[in-house]
């Protein structure tokens, strides 16, 4: 595995669980782009590693990430910023196929707090809070932050928190549905990982079926969206994980999955 800069990454952080830390902790771990490129990468060799099946995606105890590294910003024009393509990193992020749990505590401000809403699951410390203060600088959402939130909160709580910059508690995200669940400080990343560990015994090939099939849901509208979970759910059919399980259920032992 080659050398990051900004994280760090434990493939075996607990059985078939990774985990990355974003690692720029003075910079209360500000996504400049190379940042964003170590994550991009450290994805796509999870994903080809067959021992890892569920990855857990943290900052530290004071910051998930405050944002998009604003000193790396604040000169560029709309044209350096259309050629850069920082979206295409972000987009590769956004299909892993892997779960992907964000384990959040203080600060997701701006791209950090659309970082973790691209991640799949939120487990987040009571002091975490979330917020899109790009307004407050002069700009906007651009890493999914009005789309994301819009679709958890509803138009007038995400209308508010991006035209206003005002962040939300832990507690209020998990009220909207948001987080999955509230823990106090010292617990997040232990509870993110009970999490991975429960998905971790599953079937990763159903296991990555079925996530395609709840991302569809926001991408597509109804009868579409069936109609992609039913072709998923043939799919499972065709391997030898879905033989495995029922079989156990009828024999009354565990199953055990290959990922085949
Ligand atoms: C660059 C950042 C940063 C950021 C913090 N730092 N956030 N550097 N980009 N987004 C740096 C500070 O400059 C400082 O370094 C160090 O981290 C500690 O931050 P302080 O401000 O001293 O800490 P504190 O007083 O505790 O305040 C914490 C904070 C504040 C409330 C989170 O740092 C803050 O408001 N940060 C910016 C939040 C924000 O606007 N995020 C949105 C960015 S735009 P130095 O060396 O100066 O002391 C965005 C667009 C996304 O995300 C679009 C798509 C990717």
């Known amino acids: 595995s080659h050398y990051m800069e900004f994280i760090t ?3 075996a952080a607990r059985p078939r669980v990774a985990l ?3 690692n720029r902790p003075k910079e209360l771990n500000a996504l400049n782009l190379q940042l964003m490129q170590e994550v991009a990468a450290a994805l796509k060799e999870l994903c080809a590693d067959d021992s890892v099946r ?5 900052g530290s105890e004071r910051a998930f990430a405050a944002g998009a590294d604003i000193k790396q910003m604040a ?4 044209i350096d910023m259309l050629t850069i393509d920082q979206f295409s990193t972000w987009d590769q992020i956004r299909k892993t196929h892997k779960p992907l749990i964000a384990a959040v505590s203080g ?3 701006g791209g950090g707090c659309e970082l973790a809403m691209t991640c799949d699951m939120i487990v987040a410390s009571e002091t975490a809070q979330f917020g899109q203060p790009e307004i407050r600088i002069g700009t906007m959402p651009g890493a999914g932050g009005t789309q994301r939130l819009t679709r958890a909160l509803g138009k007038a709580r995400a209308m508010e928190m991006v035209l206003t910059g005002q962040p939300i508690s832990a507690l209020e995200a998990e009220r909207h549905g948001l987080v999955n669940r509230v823990v106090p ?3 997040y990343l232990e509870e993110a990982f009970r999490l991975a560990a429960s998905i971790a015994q599953m079937s990763p090939v159903a296991a990555r079926l ?3 099939s709840v991302n569809r849901a926001f991408e597509t509208h109804l009868d579409e969206g069936l109609h992609f979970e039913r072709k998923n759910f043939y799919m499972t059919f065709a391997s030898e994980d879905q ?3 029922m079989a156990a259920f009828v024999e009354k032992r565990p199953a055990d999955f290959k990922g085949r």
């Not at 569920?54 to 943290?58: Q, R």
């Not at 000169?75 to 709309?78: E, K, L, S």
Request: hydrophobic share 50%; no cysteine; glycine share 12%.
């Open 54 to 58: 569920v990855i857990v995606l943290t």
């Open 107 to 109: 600060f997701a401000l």
């Open 210 to 212: 079925a996530k395609e």
């Open 75 to 78: 000169g560029r024009t709309a």
């Open 20 to 22: 990355i830390q974003l």
């Open 185 to 187: 400080v010292g617990q």
């Open 243 to 245: 033989k495995e399980g």
């Open 9 to 11: 990454v434990t493939p």
